[in-house]
């Protein structure tokens, strides 16, 4: 009797667990908590399986579909591994998109519209999409780490990091770009704030590009292969990634890896540019668990390994540069308290960097003659990050707090092929430390139903110092007083408002005003070789803060199927910081400049871009943008300032198959800096490139031929240091498979 | 906030401040001066030791000296010295201070000596010593001493033939980054007397070479004179190797031919 009951018992138990495989679940948003209607409920990118009803719900089958993604108009996105019991998933506003641009790679489908950049072929690389996008160039040493700069504006004047985390170049000559850690096949989005408006987020208002690394997901196990041969620089390249989790769906392991070599490219017309090769090892794993309580805990870890790296445009090259980045994050489960954790983060990251000139002819050239000059470069950073979002009297807010500490170090060491002369040391950077804690907040105020204001503010306190004491000397001599530890409060701030005018058009504006005091390299660097002007800086520890105020306007419409989008905005420096001249070195081979506030500075410009969907599985692309640079004090335009440039994409997708043809061009460049900088004038270009890809075994393979360069046009881009060419005709074959 | 409470972090207060002061004591050490040994001689029951922070050589020296009978250290009543350097047809001495109590470890007198050449074949120093004890006996004596070569000396002279010497005083050991730039300038009157310049002009220029006849210079401030022959200024070096710092003297507007320091800058 007692077996019979138990059976029966069982057989209960199991009935009421096949019943509970249905689940409903209310989809509502983050700020408001107010049911988000006729949500896109997915089975993979395009496959939509239901939509949220007037309520916000929507019921599955558990057992067939426990990982969705959701989408609706006017939210980000969100992958979710459903789970019994649960009752609401939040999804987070994104109505100010245009100004935090999502860019989607890894060849997906998504939104084909002005607000998302699609890197349509998966054998192009990241250098390469970057330098496409409207508003952002790549300075380029080589045919490798090429540098992005967001309308004009690289390195110190940008926030480049990885998921949100902070990663110092350890090259004092900036041949390791952060980019370069971060594989297309380890990307998930990019997301870049080309106004910096995102103030609360980034900290600093300036320009922000983050790469957001792919995650652990709880699907099932995949896999993915590809392989590229490119000719004639024999480029090839490997590359594997894998997802898998347990039956739970709790805990969930991604790993990527790729290797990738390449000779000498050629240039048009057949000629080949010696020193171009680099060889590039990247591996990348992620582990996520998820707490039943919905909270989750993520471990990343990034390695990459590059070698034997060409400069043709710089004195020497990299022999080795090694990147570690890991991070562990905390994702709270969304709650209705009033105060709220989003997410906690902690990083560490270390870079190292070798290069040398042992293989150049350094008896023969007229910089640095006679010598080869062996230069390492380190830095080690930690962090930890914190946000979340607060209601205080029925007002919302998200907050966000950052914290870094970085250590910087950099020699180089000097041996003349004169046996006679001793061997030279230079310490560019020697224990320079920098501090930095940041406090951010963002607002959003709805004016009206078709108006949304938004308003960030950040307060950030930074120091930096050297705790060598002969390099502090160094600059104590300099300036006549001990530099001791430099510390600044600096404030941010931004205002935006989105103005829905109707179905078809949005204005929006932004107004932003940031305050950056200098580097570590322009506070604490010394003989810093700048290839950009030829001169060698040292820093100032007495920099005032350089200000700036960004406007921003856009106008965007859309329909279904067509978009475009303008955009204009200027931007007035104040305190720019630059080099002037230093004293007098006594020699003309060497030439000296200091970092000082050099007075007013101005970058304005736009930024257009138009989809349109001409029916027939037929699609055009056009993107245009143009920067006015200038140098108030000196009246001269400011230096690496791309001119025109634009190009053109007609995609024809039918079935299996993709067709694209894309015109790249650029107009000339006479807008030089001949004071600041010892610029040449440059030509204007235009290459046609032509890409077929088709899918095989249900998508499973995917194989894709590129010619690029098809007229083998002989030219060079204005950013590029040393006028080195961009590569001429070549040709790429890749295969991709997935399971 | 009771009583108790309040006694509790009032003792609490105090202990950290005890804590801190009792910390802080160890920055109120006497620095100790950090000598080897040079030479000593003994003489009618009192020895006297010769030390220096390195070995003795051409150019600034700060000679530390102690005079013992058995295991005590004397305080003289006086102590005079007097280098000689005996080149067998002539000698010579060599700008020199007498020396006086330590000011920093007053067992020692000490004093300042700039030897203008070196031992070897051309000749031998031998330092002549006196003094006078608490009890009033004259104590003489004489120590050899070895002075190696090196290159913080230099000498120059004007058109009557009168000689200069220029000495390196510091840094001794020059660094990349700010070094103190101190010369001493001296003249000889004499064979015997080697009185200090304060009254020059001096111009100084240093310079890097880096091979194929190119090359470069640092920040400095040019040294300007002080008294008692010091001229003191600073040197600023961008990096560690081999440099050279010329060095005009201007006596009366007569710019004398140029002397060259020739040396290594370390890196930390």
Known sequence: ?739 | MNIQSMLGRLMAVTALLVFAVSCDSSDNNDPELDLIPINSVTVDGYTVSLEATNELEIGANQLFWKIKQGDDTITPQSFTISPIMDMATMSHSTPFDQPETDAIDDSYLSNLAVFIMPSGDMGSWTINFQFTTQSGSDISGEMPINVNSSWKIMNTQDGNGKKYFVTWFEPQRPMSGNNDLTFLVHTRETMMNFPAVSDAEMIVYPYMGMGGGTGHSTPFTPPVATGNGFYEGDINYSMSGLWTTTVELVVENDTLPEMVFEYSVIAK
């Not at chain 1, 929006?508 to 001169?535: A, P, Q």
Request: aromatic share 12%; glycine share 8%.
């Open chain 1, 1 to 739: 009797m007692k077996h019979l009951i138990l059976i029966i018992g069982l057989l209960f138990t199991g009935a009421e667990a096949l019943m509970a495989q249905q689940i409903s679940v209310k989809v509502a948003d983050m700020t408001t908590k107010e049911p988000i209607v006729q949500a896109h409920i997915k089975d993979g990118p395009n496959s939509v399986i239901t939509v949220t009803d007037v309520n916000g719900m929507f019921t599955v089958d558990l057992s067939k579909y426990s990982h969705l993604t959701i989408t609706a108009v006017g939210y980000a996105p969100k992958n979710i591994h459903l789970q019994r019991g649960m009752e609401v998933i939040y999804l987070n506003p994104e109505v100010f998109r245009d100004q935090t641009e999502l860019l989607v790679l890894a060849n997906e489908e998504g939104e084909q519209n002005v607000h998302a950049y699609h890197n349509r072929t998966a054998d192009q690389g990241m250098d390469q999409f970057l330098d496409n996008i409207d508003g952002v160039s790549t300075t380029k040493r080589g045919a490798f780490g090429w540098e992005p700069a967001v309308r004009g504006q690289s390195d110190q004047r940008m926030n480049l990091v990885i998921d949100g985390m902070q990663v110092f170049k350890a090259c004092v000559d900036k041949m390791d770009p952060i980019t370069s850690y971060v594989e297309t096949n380890n990307l998930s989005k990019l997301q870049i704030d080309k106004s910096g408006s995102g103030v609360a987020q980034n900290g600093t208002g300036v320009s922000t590009v983050n790469l957001v690394t792919q995650k652990a997901e709880s699907a099932p196990t995949s896999f993915n292969f590809s392989t590229s041969y490119r000719a004639p620089d024999q480029y090839r390249t490997v590359s594997l990634s894998g997802n898998t989790s347990d039956a739970s769906g709790r805990n969930a392991v991604r790993f990527s890896g790729s290797y990738k070599k390449a000779d000498d490219f050629r240039a048009g017309n057949d000629r080949t540019i010696q020193n171009t090769q680099y060889e590039k090892l990247n591996l990348n794993v992620n582990y996520r668990h998820t707490f039943p309580s919905q909270h989750s805990l993520e471990a990343g870890y990034i390695m990459d390994k590059a070698y034997d790296i060409g400069y043709p445009a710089l004195l020497m090259d990299a022999t080795k540069a090694l990147a570690d980045i890991g991070q562990i994050r905390f994702n709270f489960a969304p709650s209705n308290n009033d105060f709220q954790f989003n997410t906690a983060q902690v990083y560490a990251n270390g870079v190292r960097h070798w290069m040398d000139d042992y293989g150049r002819d350094v008896a023969n050239r007229q910089v640095m003659r006679g010598m080869y000059m062996p230069m390492y470069g380190t830095t080690t950073t930690y962090g930890a990050k914190l946000n979340g979002a607060a209601t205080l009297f029925d007002h919302q807010f998200d907050w966000f707090m950052d914290a870094y500490m970085s250590d910087a170090f950099g020699d180089m060491l000097m041996e003349s092929l004169d046996p006679s002369i001793q061997d030279m040391l230079i310490y560019n950077l020697d224990e320079v430390k920098t501090n930095n804690a940041s406090l951010g907040f963002r607002h959003r105020i709805q004016l009206s139903d078709n108006v949304l204001m938004k308003i960030e503010e950040s307060i950030r306190y930074k120091t930096l110092r050297t705790d060598s004491e002969s390099h502090a000397s160094f600059f104590q001599g300099l300036y006549g007083e001990a530099p001791g530890t430099r510390a600044k409060f600096l404030l941010s701030g931004s205002g935006s408002v989105l103005w829905m005018m109707n179905n078809n058009w949005s204005l929006s504006g932004s107004l932003v005003y940031s305050e950056r005091m200098g580097n570590h390299m322009e506070l604490f660097g010394h003989y810093i070789y700048n290839y950009t002007d030829g001169f060698f800086y040292d820093g100032n520890p007495w920099l005032k803060t350089e200000r700036s105020i960004n406007t921003d306007i856009n106008a965007t419409w859309e329909t279904t199927g067509h978009s475009l989008s303008f955009t204009l905005f200027h931007k007035q420096y104040f305190n720019y910081i630059d080099g002037v001249l230093g004293t007098d070195s006594g020699s003309n081979d060497f030439r000296f400049k200091q970092y000082a506030n050099v007075g007013d500075a101005v970058i304005t410009g736009g930024e257009f871009r138009s989809f349109n969907d001409l029916g027939m599985m037929i699609t055009l692309e056009n993107r245009l943008s143009y920067l006015y640079a200038h140098n108030q004090t000196l009246d001269e335009p400011l230096p690496l300032m791309p001119p025109l440039k634009g190009n053109t994409t007609l995609h024809f997708h039918r079935g299996r198959n993709m067709f694209m043809a894309d015109l790249e061009w650029a107009a000339e460049q006479n807008r030089i800096a001949e004071i600041s900088s010892i610029e040449d004038q440059t030509g204007a270009y235009g290459i046609f490139n032509l890409t077929f890809e088709r899918r095989w075994m249900d998508g499973d393979l995917t194989s894709i031929v590129s010619l690029n360069n098809i007229l083998d046009h002989y030219y060079h881009t204005h950013t590029s240091i040393g006028n080195i060419p961009e590569a001429g005709r070549n040709l790429m074959i890749s295969l991709s498979y997935q399971f």
